[in-house]
Each structure stands twice: as structure tokens, then as C-alpha cells.
């Protein structure tokens, strides 16, 4: 059997940590091109990795009717329009997160993705993540009991990403803290739930520790360094309930915080017990038996939640464009979290609860 053709459109960080090494990893997979707007970047893919083609236009890796797949890693701006043309030249797309800036982008690339009957998966990871897919076997099992509240947080320090830059331009993220990190979380919420609906949502957003942008003070950036003449008018900070078909979610999230703690966790209440879920680490399960308390730790060792979770995506991509499988990432199922999000900013705007 011949090889998967990939293309790689947008070379950056999340690119080069976990798609291309991934592909690379995968013997049914060959990656003909990386494509990136900055042109050394694509070059210096070609020469880290020894292969593919460097270019600069996304059109001419569509162009090529040798190419099977592609994997859309660019800033948020472009998904829904590179998705689109994707799925439109006959390509399977594997687009990062989240699905699109807007929900009305979004639900355009479904409709196209229906159209065309091309596969469009989105990289929420965490549905192949091993640690969240042992805390859903639970749930599904009933060993919660019934679960009818989660806490969900997402808070750090002071870790505002590229202060001025992309990340808090919202023409180009569509969102701060919640569209970044939010949505992971979330998503885990959703999918260990059974991808429960949205009744209503009570949301606030704030921006507040990034601006004036010369006035934010921090120890270290990522996807820094700051830049002082750019933008900041996206949400630094989130809080908020939404009431589900399912259970009773409310969450805290900061991308920065004058507290200086990071608490990234999410918790799982059950009539029967209860799970904390450390974000990229591991899981605590308490209950009572016996007349007694009990608490179970689980460590899945080496590698952890994130060993091997985008690996798991990337061979469940590849797999599912051979079979039609529809995977826990396909846009139909996770527009559930994208119109999650879109109520959330709704109701943060019209500081007003709102009804889906």
C-alpha cells in the first residue's frame, strides 16, 4: 500500500512538537510538503526533518493531487478558510484547535466537510489523551454514580502568551484565555460527560492584567516576547456556569492572576464518588465503602496523559481516511464545545444568562 502524501500548513510551535513528529512516526505516512507565510520557517523544517518541499502558499500543497491529507496548524484566522479550501480540493484536514474564531465559521466548515464527504477532524487532543479516556471508561461504567456537577480551572499566575502579538489580538485568536486553554478544557468536560447539550450559560470574561501592555509584569512568556505597540482586547480571565443536559458545569479560568498559584484541574462529582483530573498528569478518585473514606490514586508512568496523545491522533487521523471511521474529534461531534464557547462570550457581552 502506497503512502500517505501530508502537507503541513503552518510550521510553527504546534507543528513541529506534535504534528510532524507524529506523521514522521507513522510508517503509512510521508510528509511531500511544509508550508508556512515565513518562508525560512518552511525551509528549515525541509532541512531539520529531510524531506518534503518548502513553499509559501497553502494553494500550491491543495494543488497537488498526490497530496492525501493535510494538517492546518496556522493561527486561528486561517482555519476555517484553509479548512475550507481543503476540503473543497479533495484533501482530508486535520485542523489545530479551536475549530474556527466564530461559531458561524465553524459551521461553515461542517457544512462544507458534508459536501464534499472529505474527513475534518479537530485537534482536541485530549479525546486520545489516556488519562481522560481511563476517567471516561469510569464515568461510562458508573463509577461515579451519577455525575451532576463539574469544576473546572484553568488558572495560572501571570502567563499572558505574546503579550501584543497574535494570541491577544482577537481579529486573529477570536478569544483569550478561553478559546486557548479553555476550550481543552472544556472539551474534557464534554467528552467524559457523553457530549452533553448546552441549556443555558452565565458568563463573565475580563481583560484586565494586560493592559497597558507596558505595565504587565511576568517572569517568563511563552510565544513572547512582548510587544508593547500591539494589542491586547482579549480575555485574560473567564468565570462562569452552564447548565447541560448532563451536569451542572462552572469554571474559573485566567490566563493571569494576582494569585500566585497555577490550578489546572477538573473535578468530577458523582453520587457514588468523585475524580480529580490533573490537566496533563494524572487522576485521583475518592469515594467511601465500608463505612470508610476511600482515595485512589492512578499514575500511568512514564510518558503520562500527554505521552502519547498526539501520536494517537495523528495514527487515528490517518487511520479513519482509509476506513470513514467518524472519530471523537470530527467537526460534527465538537461543535458541541464550539457552541459552548460562542454562548460563553455571548453571555460575557450581554452580561445577561443565555439560552441555547
Known amino acids: 500500500m502506497s503512502k500517505h502524501k501530508i502537507g503541513i500548513i503552518g510550521c510553527g510551535s504546534i507543528a513541529n512538537a506534535a504534528h510532524i513528529p507524529s506523521y514522521l512516526a507513522n510508517d503509512s505516512a510521508e510528509i511531500a510538503y511544509f508550508c508556512d507565510i515565513l518562508p525560512e520557517r518552511a525551509r528549515a523544517a525541509v532541512e531539520k526533518y529531510g524531506c518534503g518541499?518548502?513553499?509559501?502558499?497553502?494553494?500550491?500543497?491543495?494543488?497537488?493531487?498526490?497530496?492525501?491529507?493535510?494538517?492546518?496548524c496556522t493561527p486561528n484566522d486561517a482555519h476555517g478558510l484553509i479548512a475550507v479550501d481543503a476540503l473543497n480540493a479533495g484533501k482530508h484536514t486535520l485542523c489545530e484547535k479551536p475549530a474556527a474564531r466564530t461559531l458561524t465559521e465553524a459551521l461553515e466548515m461542517q457544512?462544507?466537510?458534508?459536501?464534499?464527504?472529505?474527513?475534518?477532524?479537530?485537534?482536541?487532543?485530549?479525546?486520545?489523551?489516556?488519562?481522560?479516556?481511563?476517567?471516561k471508561a469510569i464515568i461510562d461504567g458508573g463509577g461515579l454514580g451519577e455525575v451532576y456537577s463539574v469544576y473546572v480551572s484553568f488558572r495560572s499566575h501571570r502567563a499572558i502568551p505574546g503579550l501584543g502579538g497574535a494570541f491577544t489580538t482577537k481579529?486573529?485568536?477570536g478569544g483569550g484565555v478561553l478559546i486557548d486553554w479553555g476550550v481543552h478544557f472544556l472539551d474534557i468536560v464534554m467528552y467524559c460527560c457523553g457530549d452533553p447539550l448546552p441549556r443555558?450559560?452565565?458568563?463573565?470574561?475580563?481583560?484586565?492584567?494586560?493592559?497597558?501592555?507596558?505595565?504587565?509584569?511576568?517572569?517568563?512568556?511563552?510565544?513572547?516576547?512582548?510587544?508593547?505597540?500591539g494589542v491586547c482586547d482579549v480575555d485574560d480571565a473567564v468565570t462562569g456556569v452552564v447548565r447541560?443536559?448532563?451536569?451542572?458545569?462552572?469554571?474559573?479560568g485566567a490566563w493571569a492572576q494576582n494569585i500566585g498559584e497555577n490550578e489546572m484541574f477538573i473535578d468530577f462529582m458523582g453520587t457514588k464518588a468523585g475524580i480529580r483530573l490533573n490537566y496533563g498528569a494524572d487522576f485521583v478518585q475518592y469515594g467511601a465503602a465500608d463505612g470508610m473514606l476511600t482515595k485512589t490514586g492512578?499514575?500511568?508512568?512514564?510518558?503520562?496523559?500527554?505521552?502519547?496523545?498526539?501520536?494517537?491522533?495523528?495514527?487515528?487521523?490517518?487511520?479513519c481516511t482509509e476506513t470513514g471511521e467518524k472519530l471523537p474529534s470530527h467537526i460534527d461531534t465538537v461543535l458541541v464545545t464550539a457552541r459552548l464557547l460562542d454562548a460563553i462570550y455571548r453571555s460575557a457581552e450581554k452580561q445577561e444568562e443565555v439560552t441555547l
Open 200 to 229: 443555558t450559560v452565565s458568563g463573565a470574561a475580563f481583560c484586565k492584567l494586560g493592559n497597558p501592555i507596558g505595565d504587565y509584569t511576568y517572569t517568563d512568556m511563552w510565544a513572547g516576547p512582548p510587544n508593547p505597540h
Open 171 to 173: 481579529a486573529v485568536s
Open 244 to 252: 447541560t443536559s448532563g451536569p451542572v458545569i462552572t469554571f474559573n
Open 111 to 135: 457544512r462544507v466537510c458534508g459536501e464534499t464527504g472529505k474527513i475534518l477532524n479537530i485537534g482536541v487532543v485530549n479525546r486520545f489523551n489516556d488519562a481522560v479516556n481511563r476517567v
Open 298 to 319: 492512578y499514575t500511568l508512568g512514564a510518558g503520562g496523559m500527554f505521552g502519547g496523545a498526539f501520536q494517537n491522533e495523528i495514527d487515528a487521523f490517518l487511520r
Open 53 to 72: 518541499k518548502a513553499v509559501t502558499d497553502y494553494k500550491e500543497v491543495l494543488a497537488d493531487a498526490s497530496v492525501d491529507a493535510v494538517s492546518v
